[in-house]
């Protein structure tokens, strides 16, 4: 049953992104989340940081696509995580077409009152130790 809570709570979050909800994607997070994105700086704190990092990706799409790929969850009493892929694209402002590429995603979520909340999110992108760039064409 936690378990199944747990996807539903992906699900949403994938389906805010889609719409560009900020409002459907508040109530996901607990107020403290902690992430780790893709951009600087080396970590967000708080509600207020998790959302402003999406309003800057809103700023950059017409429409945007959003899809999680792989999800494995692990369940506790009140604690829980799991990981994947993700993937962002969709139509950029200027009307460019991207399908994105391919991150790793781990999500971690406690229980509060009953409701399953992303507590920590962390996304990152494989990068090429020879070259230090990033891995961006990699497909799970």
């Known amino acids: 049953m936690d378990e199944a809570e747990i ?8 389906q805010g992104l889609r719409a560009k909800d900020l409002e459907a ?4 997070y607990t107020t403290d989340v902690v992430s780790f994105d893709v ?15 999406w309003t800057k990706v809103f700023t950059f799409f017409q429409d945007l696509t959003y899809e999680v790929r792989d999800l494995t969850v692990t369940v506790g009493d009140d604690v829980a995580f799991g990981h994947g892929f993700g993937r962002l694209g969709g139509t ?7 399908s994105g590429m391919w991150v790793r995603v ?35």
Do not use: Y
């Not at 951009?39 to 990092?53: D, R, T």
């Not at 090429?128 to 799970?140: F, I, R, W, Y």
């Open 7 to 14: 996807r539903q709570q992906v699900d949403k979050m994938v």
């Open 25 to 28: 994607l508040r109530p996901l």
């Open 39 to 53: 951009e600087p700086p080396l970590q967000h704190v708080g509600i207020a940081a998790k959302l402003a990092n």
């Open 92 to 98: 950029l402002k200027n009307g460019t077409a991207t």
């Open 106 to 140: 781990t999500f971690c979520f406690r229980k509060l009152d009953g409701d399953w909340s992303i507590a920590h999110d962390q996304v990152s992108v494989p990068f090429d130790v020879s070259s230090g760039e990033g891995a961006t064409g990699l497909e799970p």
